[in-house]
C-alpha cells in the first residue's frame, strides 16, 4: 500500500515549456487535490477532483490544468510553464463521508519545480 | 469564506518544554479544524481533527487541540516537546457541505537543546 504518489520528484523547466505532474492513490478515494506551497503562504489550493471525471478550480487555477481519467490518477499540467509557478506541489486525496463531508486528506510527497 | 491565521512564523521551545502553537479561524458556522505536521523534505502528516463533540482532541505524537468557539481558535498544544518534534506545523479549515480545506501559512517549530 503506497498511498499517494507523485511523479517526478524534482524537475527544472525553461520559461514556455510543457510538463504534466501525476499524481496517483491506491486508497480508492473519491477527492483529490492539488496544491501548491510557497515559502510564508502555506498551500493553496489549485484545483481538485470530487470523482472520476470531475474536476473544479481552487484558490490558484490560472496556468495550471488538471485531468481525472481514471479514478486512482490525477493530473496537473503546465502548458506554458512561468517562473512564478517554480514551487513545490503536493497531491492529497481523501475518501467521501455521507452528506459530502470531511475526512482526512492524504497527502504525497512532493514535487519540487524549478521554472528559470 | 473561511480563512486561517496562524499568527507565529516561528517559535522556538526548549527540548522538554510545553509547547502552544496558535491558530485562529474565520468561518460562519462551526468547522472542521485540523493540524497538520510537515517534516523538512516530506508530505503533510495529520495531527488531529476536529468535527463535533467533545473540543478537547487528542491526537498522534503526544500532540491535542481544543476548539473554543467564543475565540474561534483552535489552538494545538504538547506538554514536552522532543527535538524530534520540530518541523512545520499548519493548521486548516473545512467548511461544512464543501470538499475544500483552507490552510494557515504555518509555525515553524525549532527545538534547542
Not at chain 2, 472542521?32 to 505536521?37: A, E, G, N, P, T
Request: with cysteine.
Amino acid at each position: 500500500n503506497a498511498g499517494v504518489t507523485q511523479t517526478p520528484k524534482f524537475r527544472v523547466l525553461k520559461t514556455g515549456q510543457s510538463m504534466t505532474l501525476l499524481c496517483a492513490q491506491d486508497m480508492n478515494h473519491e477527492y483529490m487535490y492539488w496544491y501548491r506551497q510557497d515559502p510564508g503562504m502555506g498551500l493553496r489550493l489549485i484545483h481538485y477532483s470530487v470523482g472520476e471525471g470531475t474536476t473544479a478550480k481552487g484558490e490558484v487555477p490560472d496556468g495550471y490544468n488538471v485531468s481525472r481519467l481514471k479514478k486512482q490518477n490525477f493530473l496537473l499540467g503546465l502548458e506554458s510553464a512561468a517562473p512564478s509557478q517554480t514551487s513545490v506541489y503536493f497531491c492529497a486525496s481523501s475518501s467521501a463521508l455521507a452528506g459530502g463531508s470531511y475526512n482526512e486528506q492524504f497527502f504525497g510527497p512532493g514535487t519540487r519545480l524549478t521554472v528559470l | 469564506a473561511q480563512s486561517v491565521t496562524q499568527p507565529d512564523i516561528h517559535i522556538t521551545v526548549s527540548e522538554g518544554a510545553s509547547l502552544e502553537l496558535r491558530c485562529n479561524y474565520s468561518y460562519g458556522a462551526t468547522p472542521y479544524l485540523f493540524w497538520y505536521v510537515q517534516s523538512p523534505g516530506q508530505g503533510l502528516q495529520l495531527l488531529l481533527k476536529y468535527f463535533s463533540g467533545d473540543t478537547l482532541v487528542q491526537g498522534i505524537k503526544g500532540f491535542e487541540a481544543e476548539f473554543k468557539r467564543s475565540q474561534s481558535s483552535f489552538n494545538l498544544r504538547k506538554p514536552s516537546v522532543h527535538w524530534s518534534d520540530a518541523a512545520e506545523y499548519f493548521c486548516a479549515v473545512g467548511a461544512r457541505g464543501f470538499q475544500k480545506l483552507v490552510f494557515g501559512t504555518g509555525t515553524r517549530l525549532l527545538v534547542s537543546p
